[in-house]
């Protein structure tokens, strides 16, 4: 590798270490307090939290950085409302920890990406690797039901590898010891930006939501993700809820129509590097679509997922008390 190259891709790696090295917020106050996916759906949350429909709710804004803390927060009570993957928030439910979703705020735009030009989409990752993080978490298990629905095996016909984070699954990417990687946004945005200052040609090969549409022959989006809050905060501030979903949902406009505002918002709020946010928002994926409109869309995701395991989610569909009815 010659100087300059080596230069380059230090300088890709070292931007990246913003996304893993933001901080938190501070603690935050009593009333709606939020604990975001590092993701650029939570942008949706900052600005509802930014604006002033939340001011009353007493609303504060941080961002959870590992599955492990998102839980613990959900436990302690230092989270009132949470944005997660859906069958985390039925799993959490069924073990007793009451949740309402609220919304979905992520549609399957999970990105595959490759410096393999052979990968353009699901089967064609037949005797390859594929780099993920968060060992049975939502990209995880996703990736394995299609996989299987396609009739690939995961772990024999298909190698999966694992890192811990996905700023790391992207560090081994530009560090060639990968080749393609699954990555939610913005850190899908900002591996390829990364890439190609390091002189990689690495591109988005597909998405999840692709995957699954080819899969299933559905045209249904994919529900991954989603904004919940306890229980108890929903039968104590019902309007608090209302407001939080008006809020986010009023922020999809907003964000597309204002993406260079969006990305500044999420570097302030966030730490994620603007120039990647920006990049991301121009695949336009912001969405929010209340969860009780959403349930059929749900149910059939958590019922595929089910059958992997039906531990992954809680055993069950969640009932009718599950989705928010505000």
């Given at each position: 590798?010659?100087?300059?190259?080596?230069?380059?891709?230090?300088?890709?790696?070292?931007?990246?270490?913003?996304?893993?090295?933001?901080?938190?917020?501070?603690?935050?106050?009593?009333?709606?307090?939020?604990?975001?996916?590092?993701?650029?759906?939570?942008?949706?949350?900052?600005?509802?939290?930014?604006?002033a429909a939340l001011a009353t709710a007493g609303?504060?804004?941080?961002?959870?950085?590992?599955?492990?803390?998102?839980?613990?927060?959900?436990?302690?009570?230092?989270?009132?409302?949470?944005?997660?993957?859906?069958?985390?928030?039925?799993?959490?439910?069924?073990?007793?920890?009451?949740?309402?979703?609220?919304?979905?705020?992520?549609?399957?735009?999970?990105?595959?990406?490759?410096?393999?030009?052979?990968?353009?989409?699901?089967?064609?990752?037949?005797?390859?690797?594929?780099?993920?993080?968060?060992?049975?978490?939502?990209?995880?298990?996703?990736?394995?039901?299609?996989?299987?629905?396609?009739?690939?095996?995961?772990?024999?016909?298909?190698?999966?590898?694992?890192?811990?984070?996905?700023?790391?699954?992207?560090?081994?990417?530009?560090?060639?010891?990968?080749?393609?990687?699954?990555?939610?946004?913005?850190?899908?945005?900002?591996?390829?930006?990364?890439?190609?200052?390091?002189?990689?040609?690495?591109?988005?090969?597909?998405?999840?939501?692709?995957a699954w549409a080819e899969q299933t022959g559905?045209?249904?989006?994919?529900?991954?993700?989603?904004?919940?809050?306890?229980?108890?905060?929903?039968?104590?501030?019902?309007?608090?809820?209302?407001?939080?979903?008006?809020?986010?949902?009023d922020a999809v406009a907003w964000v597309k129509?204002?993406?260079?505002?969006?990305?500044?918002?999420?570097?302030?709020?966030?730490?994620?590097?603007?120039?990647?946010?920006?990049?991301?928002?121009?695949?336009?994926?912001?969405?929010?679509?209340?969860?009780?409109?959403?349930?059929?869309?749900?149910?059939?995701?958590?019922?595929?997922?089910?059958?992997?395991?039906?531990?992954?989610?809680?055993?069950?569909?969640?009932?009718?008390?599950?989705?928010?009815?505000?």
């Open positions: 590798m010659t100087a300059s190259r080596a230069f380059t891709r230090r300088a890709a790696l070292a931007a990246l270490g913003g996304l893993a090295a933001a901080p938190l917020a501070a603690a935050a106050a009593p009333g709606l307090s939020i604990l975001a996916a590092p993701s650029t759906a939570s942008i949706l949350i900052a600005r509802a939290v930014e604006s609303a504060s804004f941080a961002v959870w950085r590992s599955p492990d803390q998102l839980r613990a927060a959900l436990v302690s009570g230092e989270a009132t409302a949470v944005s997660l993957p859906t069958n985390v928030a039925a799993n959490l439910d069924s073990r007793g920890l009451k949740l309402k979703l609220v919304s979905v705020i992520s549609a399957g735009h999970m990105h595959v990406l490759s410096v393999d030009p052979a990968v353009n989409r699901l089967a064609d990752l037949k005797g390859k690797h594929v780099q993920l993080y968060f060992r049975n978490d939502m990209p995880d298990v996703s990736l394995r039901w299609l996989l299987k629905t396609a009739g690939l095996v995961p772990d024999q016909d298909v190698t999966l590898d694992y890192a811990g984070s996905a700023t790391e699954a992207t560090q081994l990417v530009l560090a060639g010891r990968a080749s393609t990687v699954l990555l939610n946004e913005p850190i899908a945005s900002a591996a390829l930006l990364a890439a190609a200052k390091a002189g990689l040609k690495l591109r988005r090969a597909f998405t999840l939501q692709s559905s045209a249904a989006f994919l529900p991954m993700a989603g904004l919940a809050v306890t229980a108890s905060f929903a039968d104590q501030a019902p309007d608090a809820v209302r407001a939080l979903h008006r809020a986010t949902a129509a204002e993406p260079a505002a969006a990305a500044a918002l999420a570097e302030a709020r966030m730490g994620f590097p603007a120039a990647a946010t920006k990049l991301a928002l121009a695949q336009g994926d912001a969405t929010v679509i209340a969860a009780r409109e959403a349930r059929p869309a749900i149910e059939a995701f958590l019922s595929a997922l089910a059958e992997l395991s039906p531990a992954l989610i809680g055993g069950q569909l969640p009932g009718d008390g599950f989705y928010f009815e505000g």
